[in-house]
């Protein structure tokens, strides 16, 4: 029995007993890899502006991020999070930033 979910276990681990490992490995960086196609895309207008704003986000992603990191690993120095989760939160972080900058200077 998985003790965490109380089923039985391997229950939980469909898709990687369907397709196998490396069609799941494919599966789980799927959405990661759609992000990173979204955040590379450019506006219909791309111009200086739309790259400042960009910028900005992106630095204001990066201090956030670093603050976070800091703060978990002051709090619990054991805690592991892989690499892909760490990129997609960035991505959608950022991307969240850019849309609030981008809307809020266009509503002015």
């Known amino acids: 029995m998985d003790g965490l ?5 391997g229950t939980h681990h469909y898709f990687r007993d369907l397709y196998g490992n490396k069609l799941y490995s494919v599966f789980y ?7 990173l196609l979204y955040f590379f895309s450019k506006e219909k207008t791309e111009d200086d502006f739309i790259r400042l704003l960009r910028l900005q986000s992106y630095q204001i992603t990066v201090i956030i991020f670093l603050l976070v990191a800091v703060i978990t690993y002051i709090v619990n120095p054991k805690v592991q999070l892989s690499l892909d989760l760490w990129l997609s939160l960035f991505i959608m972080l950022h ?3 850019f849309s609030i900058k981008k809307k809020s200077v266009l509503d002015l």
């Open 5 to 9: 979910n109380l089923v039985a276990e």
């Open 29 to 35: 960086i799927l959405p990661t890899l759609g992000l």
């Open 95 to 97: 991307l969240i930033i």
